[in-house]
């Protein structure tokens, strides 16, 4: 993970400086976020005891986000099956 984090922190580096000569806005915004991108990946390479415990927390997160979306689409597929059975009982009552 450590070394995925630097190696993608770096490559965006290089993209924000190519930004930076092109002109482009809030270059120093990407370039904060990248330097603090690669020493994060450093950290999790030289610490292994922080590398479980980000996995154990992004793997938490992960679940609370799956929880979330399914709770989502109960309460749509919950809705559009009372919308369903009132249309349903309107044709029944007309005697389709």
Known sequence: ???????SGTLLLVRTFRA???GGAYWANWLVLNVLLVLLGLWLIFDSTGTLISLTWLLGL????????VLLIA???????????????KLASRGM
């Not at 309460?75 to 349903?88: D, G, P, Q, V, W």
Request: glycine share 6%; hydrophobic share 60%; proline share 0%.
């Open 1 to 7: 993970l450590g070394i995925w984090i630097v190696a």
């Open 20 to 22: 930076r000569k092109e």
């Open 62 to 69: 992960v679940m609370f986000a799956f929880g979330l979306l």
């Open 75 to 89: 309460f749509r597929l919950r809705s559009s099956n009372i919308a369903i059975r009132k249309a349903a009982e």
